[in-house]
């Protein structure tokens, strides 16, 4: 995987969502490893370096919230985004509680999608290398106007334990 991008893994039982996703974020550049399940998602995730996760909640087998608490338990550094089309996760409920970015509804607009990831990758980047909002927010304020990649770029100069 490049190190010059965002390592998404997504995961949806949805074929042709799943592939119409990875399409859209490829071409924004990011990497995308796309999995139709929380089985391959596990493996994929001790495989290759994942950043951000992107996680359907319902599929066959292992759903999104028994994947997402098994990714949080052996990536406490790594953001989850829970993208839905059912309405019955609650994100504060205990057990979930401060282990997911933000949850978001299917269908989504693709620009919120990729700001979404940019955001919760600082967070990864934060959680990692064990940097506060205050210092992170100093490190970027010469470039919060500036364009996505921008901001991408400094991320990836400050995050010194990427695989």
């Known amino acids: 995987m490049d190190k010059k991008q965002i390592n998404v ?5 949805e074929e042709v969502l799943l592939n119409a996703i990875r399409r ?25 370096p994942v950043d951000v996760a992107i ?3 319902k599929m066959p087998g292992m759903n999104g919230r028994e994947l997402m608490l098994r ?11 829970i993208l839905t089309g059912h309405g019955t996760f609650n994100p504060d409920e205990v057990e979930v509680a401060g282990k997911i970015y933000t949850c978001l509804a299917k269908p989504c607009e693709v620009e919120t999608l990729q700001q979404v990831l940019i955001d919760a990758y600082k967070n990864t980047v934060m959680n990692r290398n064990r940097i506060k909002m205050r210092e992170m927010d100093e490190l970027l304020k010469d470039i919060e106007t500036e364009s996505p990649g921008a901001v991408l770029r400094k991320l ?3 995050d010194k334990y990427r695989s």
């Open 71 to 81: 990714l949080k338990e052996e990536y406490p550094w790594m953001e989850i985004v």
């Open 24 to 48: 859209r974020l490829q071409f924004r550049d990011f990497n995308v490893i796309a999995v139709d399940s929380g089985e391959k998602a596990l493996v994929a995730a001790r495989e290759n």
């Open 9 to 13: 893994l997504l995961v949806d039982d």
């Open 55 to 57: 996680v359907d909640l």
């Open 156 to 158: 990836k100069t400050i």
